[in-house]
């Protein structure tokens, strides 16, 4: 290959991921503005909560997604998607239990790549 056809090929293959970045920006962008517009469009806190969910589902490619809400000093799961079982969609967390628990408790952004792996044994 010489060098003119290795210039070709990078910025060849720069463009094609660019490209694809870009298109993905569009997509996360109408997605949002869809979420945004049914938020708008409904008055019913779970409606909203249930639109918030099923957005951040399909952005995140995520298997499941919910959102706790402070009652007291516990969190309370609302509008969970991708859930298999009811029990999931009641789950209620106490300071440190859990990962939500974690957060509610330090008060700081938590992120676990291997959930099964970091909670594994874990009972609560």
């Known amino acids: 290959m010489t060098g003119r056809d290795a210039v070709i090929k990078v910025l060849t293959d720069h463009l094609v991921a660019v490209t694809g970045a870009a298109a993905s920006a569009v997509r996360e962008a109408a997605t949002l503005q869809a979420a945004v517009a049914e938020i708008l469009r409904v008055r019913d806190v779970d409606q909203v909560l249930l639109s918030i969910n ?20 516990e969190l309370v799961m609302r509008g969970c998607v991708g859930n298999h079982m009811v029990q999931t969609s009641r789950l209620r967390m106490r300071r440190g239990q859990g990962l939500a628990g974690l957060v509610f408790s330090t008060g700081r952004p938590g992120r676990v ?12």
């Not at 099923?54 to 706790?68: H, P, R, S, V, Y």
């Not at 790549?113 to 609560?124: E, K, L, M």
Request: charged share 35%; proline share 3%.
């Open 54 to 73: 099923e957005c951040t589902l399909g952005l995140l490619d995520a298997d499941i997604c919910g959102i706790f809400l402070r009652e007291d000093d």
């Open 113 to 124: 790549d291997d959930f099964p792996a970091v909670f594994r044994g874990a009972t609560d």
